[in-house]
């Protein structure tokens, strides 16, 4: 029985499966020896197996693969139209890939950063040819400032006056909170008390009123000094309380986890009632006094008031982003009309956010 050829590194005999050769010994190899697949066989210039890379007889060349993921077709480099994509489809489609990857339009049609389909297509179609399409940012941009339209400018201007109005409205609303927070350590001082404070239920106008009066700054500004002093106390009693941690009675405690205690400061009630001072009779006036269990008109208000407060905070913030979402999107068209104004002249820049 004639002796069955070897070949490849596993020296074993044709079994069928796709081999490759070299280029410079003439064996035959295994593409799942050499870790070469089939498909990237058209992409190999020159093969020079393990061995002969090992002797410094040669080395393996590739052509230039397509830029499309997942294509293996090497890239038109041969003849007047050179490529970096084996078909022009192929360019297309690499090019919608990128743009999508990297669009950063959103649903409401203002924009964060990057560059958009419609910014893309402007710069694009102000070049004639690749060359020139390649100089680009070569220049440093042209426009010292991006062009504003009278309509740009007073949309601008109202945004502002928005931002401000709703920076001052987040101010009433921090003073909302401190005050409620007041409220409820005084309704918990007087334990039976209902302690609802009408002003609570005032609407922004009357709170802001009450807010930039004089009784008003100096309620709001002893309950934050109140409030200051308080955490203080706390913050010294819990470290009081750390560094005794370790001994008991003179002997040390055992290793293990500590259970986690709550620094409470004990509060007379005529101290935190003190905070509004006697000379403000009306502001003690407009707090409910019933019995907490009977008055179930203000059942639950500290939480509900609370609540109140943290959402009218959440929907001035959501306001704030989308005014600067719009403010950024009013300057970036500016500065692509700047761009294109720029490129009437023969200039050639990209604009930079």
Not at 170 to 182: D, M
Not at 286 to 299: I, K, T
Request: hydrophobic share 30%; with cysteine.
């Amino acid at each position: 029985m004639p002796q069955q050829q070897l070949y490849c590194i596993c020296r074993k005999p044709d079994t069928g499966q796709w081999m490759i050769a070299c280029d410079f010994c003439d064996d035959w190899y295994h593409g799942s020896c050499v870790s070469i697949r089939e498909s990237q066989s058209h992409l190999i210039e020159t093969y020079a197996c393990p061995s002969c890379t090992s002797k410094r007889l040669g080395t393996t060349t590739w052509k230039r693969k397509c830029r499309l993921p997942g294509c293996d077709n090497p890239a038109l480099v041969d003849g007047d139209k050179k490529s970096k994509f084996c078909t022009h489809e192929h360019g297309v489609a690499w090019f919608k890939l990128n743009i999508q990857a990297h669009s950063k339009d959103t649903d409401d049609g203002l924009r964060n950063t990057g560059i958009s389909v419609s910014e893309l297509s402007a710069i694009l179609y102000s070049v004639s040819n690749v060359r020139e399409f390649k100089r680009l940012g070569n220049v440093p941009p042209t426009p010292s400032s991006p062009i504003l339209t009278l309509e740009d400018q007073a949309r601008l201007s109202a945004l502002n006056q928005q931002k401000a109005e709703i920076e001052k409205r987040l101010k009433y609303i921090e003073h909302k909170a401190r005050y409620i927070e007041y409220a409820k350590l005084r309704a918990t001082a007087q334990k039976t008390v209902c302690g609802f404070d009408r002003k609570l239920v005032w609407d922004d106008a009357e709170w802001a009123e009450w807010c930039d009066s004089d009784e008003g700054a100096r309620i709001l500004d002893r309950i934050r000094k109140f409030k200051k002093t308080q955490d203080e106390q706390k913050n010294g009693a819990s470290a009081d309380d750390g560094a005794g941690a370790g001994t008991v009675n003179g002997e040390k405690r055992k290793r293990g986890r500590k259970a986690k205690q709550q620094v409470t400061v004990q509060l007379d009630l005529r101290d935190i009632l003190n905070v509004v001072g006697n000379s403000d009779d009306d502001a003690v006036e407009d707090v409910c006094m019933l019995e907490r269990r009977r008055c179930s008109r203000h059942a639950s208000w500290q939480h509900i008031r609370a609540e109140e407060v943290e959402l009218d905070e959440r929907v001035c913030r959501d306001a704030l982003v989308k005014i600067e979402r719009e403010e950024q999107a009013i300057r970036q068209r500016a500065a692509i009309r700047s761009f294109k104004d720029s490129t009437k002249d023969g200039g050639r820049c990209i604009v930079a956010n």
